[in-house]
């Protein structure tokens, strides 16, 4: 048996991410989205929603800029914190000990401590409701140079990156395949 629901959001797991933004005249934040996704491989496009009574939603506004950085284990508090704190209050950088750094594709800082760094250029804000929607053109990605292998391969696992699911933080589990995995052939094992 099943018990019926109202319309939610259950749409469980999705990352929590931290967005950083500022304006011309430096007043930036950082603010946690849940509401984020990918919604084109090419030209690379993502979204987030952010409520319109949040501080950083004029910052965002105004510049067309925002960095989404990738939260992991260690990041975890400053994401809770950059999610329940306001830049009206507080600043967020500092109570947290972040690192405002230049992104090497716009003028919105990125996060040095985070080790995925996604700049954004916004394209269109859709009025959905609650929240209004960033659509935004990825204009470049910075990566930390640990994940890398020798040949320069991106080892996102070794990231510890979270998710967030139903109001909790989660990191990780274990691999269970690979893309494409379910359609492979088995290596047949050697006598
Ligand atoms: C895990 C998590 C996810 C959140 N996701 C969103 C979101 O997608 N959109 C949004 O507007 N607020 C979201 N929030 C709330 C804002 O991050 C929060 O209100 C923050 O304090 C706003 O900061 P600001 O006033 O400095 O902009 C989220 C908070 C947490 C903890």
């Keep these: 048996m099943k018990e019926t629901w109202k319309p939610g959001n259950m749409l469980y797991p999705v990352p929590a991410v931290m967005v950083s933004c500022e304006t011309k005249d430096g007043d930036s934040d950082i603010i946690t ?77 990125i996060i040095k401590e985070s080790p995925v760094n996604i700049s954004c250029k916004v394209d269109q804000i859709l009025e959905l409701g609650s929240h209004h929607m960033f659509l935004a053109r990825v204009e470049g990605v910075q990566v930390d140079e640990e994940l890398l292998d020798e040949k320069g391969r991106l080892n996102l696992e070794k990231a510890g990156l979270i998710s967030y699911s139903h109001g909790q933080y989660f990191e990780l589990g274990k691999v269970l395949g690979r893309f494409g995995y379910s359609i492979m052939r088995k290596k047949r094992k050697k006598r």
């Design 33 to 109: 989205i849940a509401w984020t996704g990918t919604v084109c491989t090419n030209p690379p496009m993502l979204y987030i929603s952010v409520r319109p009574e949040r501080y950083s939603y004029h910052i965002l506004k105004e510049s067309g800029e925002f960095v989404v950085n990738l939260t992991t284990k260690k990041l975890a508090k400053a994401t809770d914190y950059c999610g329940t704190k306001s830049a009206r209050d507080v600043n967020k950088w500092e109570k947290m000990s972040l690192t405002k750094e230049k992104s090497a594709f716009i003028d919105a800082p």
